[in-house]
């Protein structure tokens, strides 16, 4: 499996896709496990150095093969698996963290478009670049990455209201887009906003109808005021003549 790294100044940039497939090779050769390549290892030198007057006896030799058997059934049949889990996460999005050669965490999100498999290890390309199956994190429901990022747009424009006390006619139209918005979720989308978050909404929209309702009859006893005046002059005027 190949890979291109970019270049800048004439040095290699660490992305995100190299960092995740070399934290994965490395892994591989580091060998921090107890494999079946090592057991197999183990159990070659103690026969090689045993004791010539204290032989393992073949009974011993017999069980410890046994275990070895069973060791690499184990290993294949989790390597199968991993392979069967990644191949059923295409068409899915999924969060990955990915961490590069300072230990800095980078989240990538995105829907998986295949995935490639070397040496019983799981690659999986998202938007054209392949990470390891180990930097998995999440695997989310297209419905619940929308409710999320509806969630989302409504606080972003929750925060940016003032405090209640200092609402005014400006934010009418912060306010008139936050009820629409929630007035339009599911049951389950608003299932993301605290019960806190959505009482404070109620009480922004009816401060704002009560502010939109006085300016508005200010306004009529304004218009009322000056039609009365005109006519008290047209009047004024028919009484000189």
Excluded at 8 to 24: I, R
Excluded at 233 to 241: A, L, P, S, Y
């Amino acid at each position: 499996m190949g890979a291109v790294q970019k270049v800048e100044n004439g040095k290699f940039v660490e992305s995100n896709s190299s960092a995740s497939l070399a934290e994965a090779k490395k892994s591989v050769k580091g060998g921090n496990t107890l494999d079946k390549d090592a057991f197999l290892q183990l159990l070659v030198a103690q026969m090689k150095y045993q004791d010539p007057l204290e032989p393992t006896s073949n009974t011993e030799y017999i069980s410890q093969y046994a275990t070895f058997s069973e060791l690499e059934q184990m290993q294949n049949m989790s390597a199968s698996m991993d392979l069967f889990r990644a191949s059923a996460l295409v068409g899915q999005t999924v969060l990955l963290n990915v961490r590069d050669g300072q230990g800095r965490i980078t989240q990538i999100q995105g829907p998986v478009d295949f995935v490639t498999y070397e040496k019983n290890k799981a690659y999986l390309s998202i938007r054209g670049e392949l990470y390891s199956m180990d930097d998995l994190a999440t695997v989310a429901d297209p419905t619940y990455l929308e409710a999320y990022k509806l969630a989302a747009d409504w606080l972003n424009i929750y925060k940016k209201l003032p405090a209640i006390e200092n609402l005014s006619l400006s934010d009418k139209e912060k306010v008139e887009k936050l009820n629409e918005m929630y007035e339009k979720m599911t049951d389950y989308q608003k299932e993301f906003l605290t019960d806190e978050e959505v009482d404070t909404m109620k009480k922004y929209v009816k401060k704002m109808k009560d502010m939109v309702a006085s300016a508005e009859a200010d306004k009529d006893d304004d218009d009322s005021g000056s039609d009365d005046g005109g006519d008290d002059d047209d009047g004024g005027d028919g009484d000189d003549k």
